[in-house]
């Protein structure tokens, strides 16, 4: 998944967001800092919301069933993915993937899994912690390659 495959799924549900919280366009354009014209515009499809947008949008609902269900239960983590890609940074420990992952690949006690909705993947250490999120396998592989 691209930024731009995010932003346009995103998007694609701004409307079904804002009715399964029971809010109003007038509200809902308040808490994302938008205007509410510009909020009419994306919702009738006439215009896109941009990356800031989208990633306030997951992150303020990111308990919402619709934003759940699209992006596997972990809308974070996709946006997690999509802005530390090429970075490396530290992440807190996981529940281990119980529900919305699958297990690709393992060595010594690492997990590469696989996001069952979104696609993109993580390496987990013995403990949960995510070590590295992307839409790139050989990516993941690399890197633990590169610490075992």
């Not at 399964?20 to 994306?42: F, H």
């Not at 999509?82 to 119980?98: C, H, I, K, N, Q």
């Amino acid at each position: 998944m691209t930024r731009d495959e995010f932003i346009a799924e995103v998007n694609n549900k701004l409307k079904l967001v804002r009715t399964e919280y029971g809010l109003t366009q007038d509200k809902m354009a308040v808490i994302l800092g938008i205007s509410k014209k510009t909020l009419v515009e994306s919702e009738k499809g006439r215009r896109s919301i941009g990356w800031t947008e989208a990633v306030a949008l997951v992150t303020i609902f990111q308990s919402s069933t619709i934003l759940q269900n699209s992006f596997g239960g972990d809308p974070v983590g996709v946006v997690a993915a999509l802005a530390f890609e090429d970075v490396e940074v530290t992440y807190p420990s996981t529940m281990g993937g119980r529900v919305w992952w699958k297990e690709i690949d393992g060595l010594g006690g690492y997990r590469i899994q696989q996001n069952i909705i979104s696609g993109h993947y993580r390496l987990l250490d013995a403990q949960d912690h995510r070590l590295i999120s992307s839409f790139h396998l050989s990516e993941v592989k690399d890197y633990l390659d590169s610490i075992s």
